[in-house]
C-alpha cells in the first residue's frame, strides 16, 4: 500500500462456529463487505478481536486470513499485545512475516505502572520493530495514562507511527496533536466522541463501530475530513446515538457480534470471560441503527 495510512480503520470481531473454532469465512466474507465502504484499512486481533482469546495458532490463521482477505486494497494493523517486551517484540516478528503493514501495541496490563515505567518498556519494541507501530493508549483496561510529554519521548524511536487515543478526556486530541506535531498520527479510540476529535485535528478514527455501520463511520470520517462540519453534525446526531449504546455497555463486544448475527452475518458468541449482552440492550441498539438508516443514507 502507498496511500497514507490515515482515515477509517474498522476493528473486526472474531466470529466462531457452533463447536467454538474461529469461522475464518464469515471473516473473510464480512471483510469485503467493510471494504466497499472505502475504509483505510482494517485493525485486526484488538481487544474488540478478542484477541487475548486466541492461541498462537488461531493468531496466525487469522492474520493470514486478513490479509489474504484485503489483497493489498487497504491497510493492514495488527494488534500485538502482552505483557513483556519479549513476547510484543516476538508477535511483531511474527505479524511481520505474516504480511501486516503496520502493528498496534499496548502499556503492559494489569500491572498499573507507573508511566515512566511503561515507556522504558515501550522502548525498546518500537526501536527493534520490524513495522511501524501504533501506541494505543487506554488507561481504563491497562491502569496507566501515557499522557503527550510520555508520547513524545518515543518519536526517536524512528518507528512510531501513531497512537490510538482512548482515555475519553475531552481535549486530549488537540493536545496530542500540539505536542507531537505532524510526524505521530492521532486516532479517535472512543467510538463515542469520534466527531469531538475530528474537529481537534484527529488523523482517522479506530472504530469498532466502523465493523457494525462501516458506511455510516466512513461517510462522518469524509464530511469531517473535507470540512463539511455541518452535514457531518446531522449526520452525528443518529449515528451518535447507536455508538453511545456500543461504547457504554460493558458487553459491546457481544452487542456487536449479536447486531451482525441478527442481520444476517453470523458471529457466534464471545468467549469467556466476556460478558454477553442483554436482549434489551441489543433491541436498543438495533432501534438506534434503525433510526440511523431512516434518517440517512450511507
Known sequence: MTNPMHGVFAVPTTPYTEDGDQNLDALGGRIEEVLASGVTGLLGLGATGEALALGTAEREAQIKTIVSAVDGRAHVVIGCMAYTPSEMSAQITAAAGWGADAIMVTPPFYGGLEPDAVIAALRPVLTASELPVMVYNNPHSTGTDLLPDHLASLQDTGRFW?????????????????????????????????????????????????????????????????????????????????????????????????????????????????????????????????????????
Open 162 to 298: 501513531s497512537v490510538k487515543e482512548t482515555s475519553g478526556e475531552a481535549t486530549r486530541i488537540r493536545e496530542l496533536r500540539s505536542r507531537l506535531g505532524d510526524d505521530t498520527d492521532i486516532f479517535v479510540g472512543a467510538d463515542g466522541i469520534a466527531l469531538e476529535g475530528f474537529a481537534q485535528g484527529a488523523s482517522g478514527w479506530v472504530a469498532a463501530s466502523a465493523w457494525l455501520l462501516p458506511e455510516h463511520c466512513q461517510k462522518l470520517w469524509k464530511l469531517a475530513d473535507s470540512g463539511d462540519w455541518a452535514d457531518a453534525v446531522d449526520l452525528w446526531r443518529s449515528l451518535g446515538r447507536a455508538l453511545g449504546l456500543i461504547e457504554g455497555d460493558s458487553a459491546f463486544i457481544s452487542l456487536i457480534k449479536q447486531a451482525l448475527s441478527n442481520s444476517g452475518r453470523e458471529q457466534g458468541p464471545v468467549r469467556p470471560p466476556l460478558p454477553t449482552a442483554d436482549p434489551e440492550a441489543l433491541a436498543a441498539l438495533l432501534d438506534a441503527i434503525a433510526e440511523l438508516e431512516r434518517n440517512h443514507t450511507a
